[in-house]
């Protein structure tokens, strides 16, 4: 008897209770790619959503994910490849012909398009461009002519415009009419015949108002725009701060050439968001989870070796302090916990900083403010575990006065992190280097050397050592 292939699981139930993609439904779609089943493979994924498609394309092994894609064929949606990372996306379509990319690259939007396209080689990317028709092509050309990550290359060039002498009447039969329209709309862009931005009508006005009104009457022309070449940071910052939907994009002369829409900013925010954290970490930007071993290691190589130079210089600071140390092994114990302590303290103002610099919160208007509130903060800190590990410190080793020395080094270093915490950034932001890629090296090398400086020198005055 032949054997009878596992019931396919509806959409609704591909995931857990936790959200996570069911591992039976990965087998049984691994299972299919390698048995090279495509009518299988269909029933199993046809009916997917591109967020659900691009999860478990990346649950696939590398050489499952291209298979998938051939089996497919014309079923595949190519927006799943926007939802996984760059180096799965990139690795799939150098895997595809240049004519099957060209083919499912024509049915996505043309911001769509960039992002999957963007990440390849010049020459692949050519190769591509030149499979599809004319106008596409050029219409993504343009696009590529923007500089990285401006609005030129997050809008979208499909939408409605009108001339101003229309009628409401004539803009309803308009929608209703033509075949060439975008899929999803909120709104209609009035312009003149040289496609200078005159206003901008919400869909809901044109549906409560008479056939016969002139579209000048119903436009709003206080349009948010964006310049073309405008960096897609303040963009976001400009759609967060005036909670807006969409906003249109224009060129040097003020020309509509697209629009930016709420979905391509929260991209933006999110993509920012995950660099930001990267880089506090000390991780490149466009490290990915699917990346290789070797290249983990490379791109993270940099930032220990500078984390390294930190920690020799630290060490001198011991070294300094060696005879010491050699005479009371206690102070060998709990440098270290001052140090900890004030790494951790600048840290914490270190992130606050830079994702305050990011969002514009913090500038030279409110800088003192936030300094002094940061400093005071890191002084009550400092003073409430200066009681916790002095005492700690003291009934340990049975030294009351090495309580009172470790407290007081503990509230020095924690007013030095807060200090370290904030300034760095600010200076870094004021020499336009990216405060969350450089801060933490030095932030550490401030917090560690004045942690062991004031704890060794504080004991050594003390004691009299």
Not at 163 to 177: A, C, K, S
Not at 254 to 274: K, N, Y
Not at 438 to 452: A, H, L, N, Y
């Amino acid at each position: 008897m032949a054997e009878t292939s596992a019931p396919i699981p509806h959409v609704e139930d591909w995931r857990d209770d936790e959200g996570e993609l069911k591992t039976e439904l990965v087998r049984a779609v691994s299972d299919a790619v390698e048995a090279g089943d495509a009518v299988r493979l269909k029933d199993l994924v046809g009916e997917a959503h591109e967020a659900d498609m691009g999860d478990l394309i990346a649950q696939l092994s590398s050489d499952e994910r291209t298979r998938l894609v051939e089996l497919l064929g014309a079923d595949f949606d190519f927006n799943a490849l926007i939802e996984v990372d760059d180096a799965i996306r990139v690795e799939i379509l150098e895997d595809l012909s240049p004519e099957q990319v060209a083919e499912g690259v024509a049915d996505l939007d043309s911001d769509d398009a960039v992002a999957l396209l963007e990440d390849l080689t010049e020459e692949d990317r050519t190769e591509i461009l030149d499979k599809l028709t004319p106008i596409d092509r050029v219409a993504l050309k343009r696009a590529f002519d923007y500089p990285d990550d401006s609005a030129g290359r997050r809008m979208k060039d499909d939408f409605i415009a009108v001339p101003p002498f229309w009628t409401v009447g004539q803009v309803i039969d308009h929608l209703r009419e033509a075949d060439d329209l975008p899929e999803d709309f909120t709104e209609i862009f009035v312009v003149d015949p040289g496609y200078h931005l005159q206003g901008h009508i919400r869909l809901d006005r044109i549906l409560r108002t008479k056939r016969g009104v002139p579209v000048t009457e119903v436009m709003e022309e206080d349009v948010r725009t964006v310049e073309a070449g405008e960096d897609q940071h303040d963009v976001a910052l400009m759609f967060e701060r005036y909670n807006l939907l969409s906003a249109a994009v224009v060129d040097d002369a003020g020309r509509l050439v697209g629009v930016l829409t709420v979905d391509d900013i929260v991209d933006v925010i999110e993509e920012e968001a995950d660099a930001e954290i990267k880089a506090l970490g000390g991780v490149k930007a466009d490290e990915e989870i699917s990346d290789s071993v070797w290249t983990t290691a490379k791109g993270r190589f940099g930032w220990l070796f500078i984390n390294l130079i930190t920690a020799f210089v630290a060490s001198t600071v011991l070294k300094s302090f060696e005879v010491e140390l050699e005479k009371m092994v206690a102070l060998a114990v709990l440098a270290p916990i001052v140090a900890s302590q004030g790494g951790n303290a600048a840290t914490q103002t270190m992130t606050v900083a830079v994702r305050a610099l990011a969002t514009h919160e913090l500038g030279p208007h409110n800088a003192l403010r936030i300094i002094i509130r940061e400093v005071m903060a890191g002084f009550i800190n400092g003073l409430a575990f200066a009681v916790i590990t002095g005492l700690i410190a003291g009934f340990w080793f049975g030294i009351a006065d090495l309580g009172l020395v470790i407290g007081l080094a503990m509230i020095c270093n924690l007013v030095a992190g807060a200090m370290g915490g904030i300034l760095i950034p600010l200076a870094l932001d004021r020499l336009n280097a990216d405060p969350a890629v450089s801060s933490g090296p030095f932030v550490t090398t401030v917090t560690d050397v004045t942690g062991f400086l004031a704890f060794l020198g504080i004991a050594t005055w003390w004691f009299k050592i």
